[in-house]
């Protein structure tokens, strides 16, 4: 399964086929919350990986952000634009895998991850990390709704544990935040936890 998620295919065929468990077909209520809040970002130039269908990309963008959505899916990709001209907000929707999304070119003040570190090959997390600590202007912000968390065997998703992600990330942020009591959607409370890092 690990070969699979690593090819666009796989993610295409589960939009097309209404396969796609994770999707919410609405934002991430803990994600309005943050953007409503504006604790711990403030509109600025963000970026999606794994955007998926758009939700969270538009209410950020409603809101003032200005978003870059990536995912190497086309499907969701094509129903992402077609959503952000809907509510007449403009979107940068990128398809392209997120490894090659060239840091020479793309810089943000923050990242938001949800349902995208649990997709990918569990093998490359930490080059991830990497990656996304590239993306991020010093200072920035990594905004990440950890799912699952609740040790649940094969995937995707692929279980996280809250210790390895933050070993992951803490080579090149400082965890400023984490907390499990978030406004999860009924099915995943208790599976999943916010956290909140800066960019050194």
């Known amino acids: 399964m690990t070969d699979t998620v690593d090819h666009p295919g796989f993610w295409d065929e589960k939009y097309v086929n209404e396969q796609a468990g994770w999707d919410l077909k609405t934002p991430t209520p803990v994600f309005i ?7 711990f970002i403030k509109p600025c130039k963000m ?6 269908k758009g939700y969270d990309a538009v209410a950020a963008a409603l809101r ?9 899916s086309t499907a969701a990709v094509s129903f992402a634009a077609g959503l952000a001209a809907e509510a007449n907000v403009k979107i940068n929707f990128i398809v392209e895998d997120i490894f090659n999304l060239s840091e020479e070119i793309f810089s943000f003040d923050a990242v938001y991850d ?4 649990c997709a990918i090959n569990p093998e490359r997390r930490e080059e991830y990390a990497d990656k996304l600590a590239r993306l991020i202007k010093p200072r920035g912000k990594f905004i990440a709704i950890l799912f699952p968390i609740d040790g649940m065997e094969g995937g995707p998703p692929f279980n996280i544990d809250p210790v390895e992600f933050y070993t992951n990330f803490s080579h090149h942020f400082k965890l400023e935040y984490s907390s499990r009591i978030i406004n999860s959607i009924k099915p995943r409370r208790g599976k999943e936890m916010l956290q909140v890092y800066i960019r050194k």
């Open 114 to 117: 949800y349902t995208t570190f």
């Open 47 to 52: 970026l999606i990986p794994g955007c998926g």
């Open 64 to 72: 003032g952000y200005d978003v870059t959505g990536v995912d190497f």
């Open 33 to 39: 919350d943050l953007l409503n809040e504006s604790k």
